[in-house]
């Protein structure tokens, strides 16, 4: 079976290399040409993706990088794994979904299934991409099915394989072939009823997570007002062995999904004429904390940033991979500096970011901040000459000093 999937990112990639390993011929297609040479010389971004695994796919015919559609044409299934961000009003901007439709309907032959793995507002199946290419396409029998992307990227316990896999179509035999396909590398399928009960499990799943860390979040800055840290009162929380379930303060969320999702399903929510003010107060306690957080800091240090040398431990939004989308010690920084900070950064996956280079963990700075503690890093020279550090990581792991949040 040949299967394309647009868009080679950390959604598409991995979904190209499991399809591959699994047999099917596989056309991995990316409007970014860069990417598509990287690839094709087996350079990946994706942490869950290797190197040895690209160059040996290809080497098998397994799978082909492109980023010309007409290598497109002969493909029974088609998958979007593209980009949906937000604009600058927070507000759905699929453009590249759009475009990623339009160049489905160029190439596509009659009985194809068309899967969306791309996160979007509930309907966006339904009501945009089955109008979009059944009307460029000039075709009737298309098949139509969801199954929206789980990855976690660097999560060494769960994967494509064994994260269960939830699909919904627009007809029986849409969601047949649909698991079918899926079957074949994912351990466990789980089909409901319609599109659209997909797309909101996925919308949920990551609003579940961002109301609760703004939950804790705010609990955080009241715990500060008696000072004591909230992570200790959620630790004890959690001895409790039933209806409880720990979620620990940060500076903020970060990545693609959690800072994003939220807002798809409060624009689905409008769309429908109702409104979700929880989900819209998690989004704003959740952004805004990066800023709350560097006047707790200043507070810390007596009242005055002006000068004062802060050098900050990982940038990324989670540990142990390179991606900066979103993540909200970038907030962190500028919000520092614009108090007075002298701020630099140490991060073993970010070599340069906004002109900076990654420095060393120093001895001397006035204050150290742990925010993206990544396993390789070594925080023993702070330690050794006792650099005032604030532990603001959102884990209840001990890195050798107490938690600041």
């Not at 000459?385 to 001990?398: A, E, G, Q």
Request: proline share 6%.
């Amino acid at each position: 079976m040949i299967i394309s999937i647009i868009g080679q990112g950390y959604v598409g990639l991995p979904i190209a290399i499991s399809a591959a390993e699994a047999g099917h011929m596989v056309n991995g297609f990316d409007i970014d040409t860069g990417k598509v040479e990287r690839l094709t010389r087996g350079i990946s971004e994706s942490p869950e993706v290797t190197s040895e695994k690209i160059l040996r796919l290809q080497s098998n015919g397994n799978i082909k990088f492109s980023s010309d559609k007409e290598n497109l044409s002969d493909s029974s299934i088609f998958i979007l794994a593209v980009p949906t961000p937000l604009d600058e009003s927070h507000k759905p901007d699929l453009t590249f979904l759009i475009s990623a439709c339009q160049i489905i309907s160029k190439v596509v032959k009659p009985g194809a299934l068309i899967i969306n793995e791309s996160t979007s507002y509930i309907g966006t199946l339904r009501n945009l991409i089955k109008p979009t290419i059944d009307k460029l396409s000039n075709i009737n029998n298309l098949e139509y099915a969801v199954a929206p992307e789980r990855i976690d990227p660097g999560n060494k316990n769960w994967n494509i394989k064994n994260t269960p896999r939830v699909v919904g179509g627009m007809t029986p035999k849409a969601v047949e072939r649909a698991v079918d396909f899926y079957s074949s590398f994912c351990d466990h399928i789980n089909c409901v009823s319609k599109p659209e009960v997909a797309e909101a499990a996925k919308l949920f799943e990551n609003t579940f997570r961002q109301v609760n860390i703004a939950l804790v979040n705010e609990f955080s800055d009241i715990s500060s007002h008696f000072d004591f840290s909230a992570n200790e009162a959620l630790i004890a929380a959690s001895t409790k062995p039933f209806g409880f379930m720990p979620f620990y303060p940060g500076i903020g969320v970060g990545g693609h999904c959690i800072p994003i999702d939220p807002s798809y399903l409060t624009y689905s929510a409008k769309e429908v004429d109702t409104d979700a003010p929880l989900v819209n107060i998690a989004n704003k306690i959740n952004f805004s904390n990066p800023i709350k957080i560097a006047k707790r800091i200043k507070i810390k240090l007596g009242g005055n940033l002006v000068d004062k040398e802060i050098q900050i431990a990982g940038i990324t939004y989670k540990p142990n991979i390179s991606d900066l989308r979103e993540s909200p010690a970038l907030t962190l920084i500028k919000e520092l500096k614009n108090l007075g900070a002298k701020v630099s950064w140490f991060d073993p996956f970010v070599k340069v970011y906004d002109g900076e280079e990654s420095q060393p963990l120093k001895s001397s700075v006035d204050l150290g901040l742990i925010v993206t503690p990544h396993d390789v890093i070594d925080f023993s020279i702070w330690k050794t000459f006792n650099v005032n550090v604030l532990d603001l990581s959102s884990t209840s792991k001990n890195y050798g000093w107490p938690k600041f949040l």
